[in-house]
């Protein structure tokens, strides 16, 4: 009896949407793995430095899951027997210039208290965040968040305090978005996060978060060796194209035939490669942006807090410069990862002062989709672009669809893509 060959596949972006369709199709296809950079897990970008005679896998852009939010992904690490680890929760906002600073703690005392104790700013900020927690939760059940946040704040009218002293600090860190693009956010997606997650956000304290043991490299690792494909490193494609019975994927290495590609790069980018778009894929991809974030690993305290007592998991700085009030997130990668070590490392996103260049490990860009009405809008029929097509489209400006509209962005939106992308494609091919 003879068996039929595994249908070609080309998975062109090894983050976590191409390793997610590549594990899904390892057992049905012959994959090829193409991958522009020298390494692969695209935003799962673990760097391992030595400290004190043993390997610390420091992860500088995804870091953070849980279990409730995250249940494809879960069962992936299950799967791969790869472990998490939780870590002490909490959050801290600091002002490096006044020295003002709240966070788990202080949000959590009773009003009076915060009166006698802090100043007015602050008292401002404490009740004006119960109130959007509590207005916002109403309001997105009776359908009045669709719109704009900087419009949702302005109607509720939230003072100047709150948006700098709060808001724009919890959001920069939840979706690395530059301040200027906050407001755009649609405030449906913003309060639905902290509906499904902490008030507060990141802080632990109802949600289990939960960073990969070793850093996510341990994932991609074991996913790798699971799925075994074609290993295509340091060959960033430059045209993908439909044909009549294949697809044809060109590198500057030459032209290469498949059945079926599925194209796990960022949208922007996947608009550039597609040589001979559809009407749904042109329509699909045409009006998604990126914005970049400066990611730097480092051992610099002068980012953080004087006070190292309050060194938080999640620290949200702010710091004038240039007449300009900057925000900031600094990551504690020692309570974060849960390491003891004599060195303190931090992640910083977008840090606007000089770090003593001696103290710098890594410093990364990286790109994330702009989480606006006009995404979350596309998110009603995105799915559709993989509908009768040879090459599927994944990445993480699709949402979950086990969750909703609302979940882009995130590990768990990019995995459930590249599985669902994964999946069309099976039936494509009658597996
Ligand atoms: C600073 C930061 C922190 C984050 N923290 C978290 C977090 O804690 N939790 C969370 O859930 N999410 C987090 N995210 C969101 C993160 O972006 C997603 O979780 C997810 O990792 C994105 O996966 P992806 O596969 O869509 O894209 P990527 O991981 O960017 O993968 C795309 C891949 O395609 C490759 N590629 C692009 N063009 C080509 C080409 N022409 N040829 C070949 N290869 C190509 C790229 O090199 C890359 O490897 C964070 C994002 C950032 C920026």
Redesign the pocket.
Known sequence: MSTAPKPRVAV?????????AAYKLREHAEITL????D???????TIEVEDAGRTLGI???????NRPS?PN?SRFLDELGVATKEHAGGFNFFDLDTGLQYGTDEMNLPEEEVAARYPAEFGTIWREARRFHAEGRKDFFRKRTDLPLGEYLDRGGYSEEFRYGYVILLCTAV??VPAELIWEMPATTVIAFFMAHDEGG?GGQRVDWRTVSGGSISYVRAAIAAIDPKL?LS????GVREEADGVSVA?TAGTEQFDYAVL???GD?AR??LTDPNEVQRRTLAAIRYNA?L?VLHTDPAAMPGDRSRWESWNYGKVEVDGRTRPY?AYYMNKLHGFESATDYF?T?DYPRELREELVIRE?R????VIDLDLRTLQQTIYQVNEGTRIKL????FHSKQLHHDQI???????S??LDAAQNLLRAIGA
């Open positions: 062109i972006g090894a983050g976590v949407a191409g390793i997610s193409f991958e522009q950079d390494r692969l897990g695209g935003h799962a970008n992860d500088t852009a995804f870091v953070v899951m995250y992904f979706w690395s990141l295509r060959q960033p494609v430059i590198t796990a790069t960022h980018q550039a490669l974030s990611a997130v992640v996103l990364l990286y790109e994330h989709p994944c990445g993480s400006y962005g995130s590990h768990e939106a990019a995995f893509s590249g």
